[in-house]
């Protein structure tokens, strides 16, 4: 269903062509989100008022994508700050301890998470009286800064791509997954306005489909032609030529650049090195986690086994078989060839590179 009456929120900025999307926003006191379970059939919002209910929109994938749940998280915050000060203005600080704790856990593979709940725990630290004003003002910062390191990125990575490639993308990257314009995709996004593309194909994504439901809508939503391939394609696609680069984005890339991301991007990643495409992944410095040396050290989310044994509510699978589903896999720095952050690309990611590059 291409929908035509989607608004133009506030955040977007008209002079960046392709960004007319926003899955989260502030709105009325509240956060407001695209309901992403229901894309493409529905477009739908939904309107959180409690921390609780954020956790959940979280959990279920009503908000997915590492910045996306950053930033949701943030919000979630001055909801939960506001709560707890109305509640008890003399103790609102150690009322908060668990709601963050809660927050935090929401899911545990996607670093943005953590980093946007410990940074709005550092300023609600140093903050006395009505905390409404500064903790949202946090938030809306963290928010903004999301969608310009987009555009920075979406311009850094369309500039290593030649004119006239095609490329491979897997899960959403997009506007959906991050505050705005996206990561991977928003160099989908940026390469496509500067004329660089000549195709893009996205991996449907197996359980969850994010590629086909939510990469294919957006781009539609934009005018840009896409080509959803079932994720076992890929091999195929690139023995035949039809991409130079696979773009991707992370959950969370440790200190010696292996890279967590969406289930069946390492495969892609092993593909993409035997036919001698390159491989890249777009990530705001807010992914980069370098408390976690490597990927070895990355916790691997398990989800229900129900998401694997059915399709579309209906049951594919036998009764009486058993699911395995990691939503992550780990794809090793050597098979990367170029990390792309706001802060600048680091090509042939090493441990000290990535360290040169947190420190700049
Ligand atoms: O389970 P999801 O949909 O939250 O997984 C999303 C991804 O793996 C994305 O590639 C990643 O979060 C980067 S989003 C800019």
Request: proline share 6%; hydrophobic share 45%.
């Amino acid at each position: 269903m291409h929908i035509t009456a989607m608004p133009t929120p506030a955040t977007v900025a008209p002079s960046i062509p392709y960004d007319r999307i926003r899955a989260v926003e502030w709105l009325d006191g509240s956060i407001r989100l695209i309901d992403q379970r229901l894309l493409p059939g529905k477009f739908e919002h939904l309107t959180l008022h409690t921390l609780a209910e954020a956790v959940h929109a979280i959990r279920d994938m009503a908000v997915r994508g590492a910045p996306a749940i950053g930033i949701t998280a943030a919000y979630a915050v001055v909801l939960a700050a506001r709560a707890r000060y109305t509640e008890n203005p003399g103790n609102w600080q150690a009322a908060l301890v668990p709601d963050l704790h809660m927050l935090a856990e929401a899911r545990p593979t996607a670093v943005n998470l953590r980093w946007a709940v410990e940074r709005m725990r550092a300023l609600s630290a140093q903050l006395s009286g009505d905390p409404l004003p500064a903790l949202l003002a946090e938030a809306q910062r963290i928010h903004a800064e999301d969608i310009a390191a987009n555009h920075r990125m979406g311009e850094l990575g369309a500039a290593l791509i030649e004119p006239g490639s095609g490329v491979l993308t897997h899960c959403n990257t997009g506007a959906l997954a991050t505050g705005g314009y996206g990561t991977a995709l928003g160099v989908v996004r940026a390469a496509y306005a500067a004329q660089r593309l000549n195709a893009v194909y996205a991996d449907e994504t197996r359980p969850w489909l994010q590629g086909a439901r939510l990469t294919a809508w957006e781009l539609v939503q934009e005018g840009i032609p896409v080509t959803v391939i079932a994720d076992s394609a890929g091999a195929q696609l690139m023995r035949e030529n039809r991409v130079r680069w696979v773009i991707v984005g992370a959950d969370r890339i440790a200190a010696n650049g292996d890279t967590a991301n969406k289930i069946g991007t390492y495969n892609t990643a092993i593909a993409a090195r035997h036919h001698g495409v390159r491989f890249m992944v777009v990530a705001p410095i807010s992914t980069v986690d370098m408390a976690t040396p490597d990927g070895a050290h990355i916790p691997i989310e398990q989800r229900a086994e129900s998401e694997v044994l059915n399709f579309a509510g209906q049951r594919t699978a036998p009764e009486g078989a058993r699911a395995w589903n990691p939503a992550f896999d780990v794809t090793p720095a050597d098979l990367i060839d170029a990390i792309v952050t706001e802060r600048g690309v680091v090509l042939s990611p090493t441990r000290e590179k990535l360290a040169a590059l947190m420190r700049a």
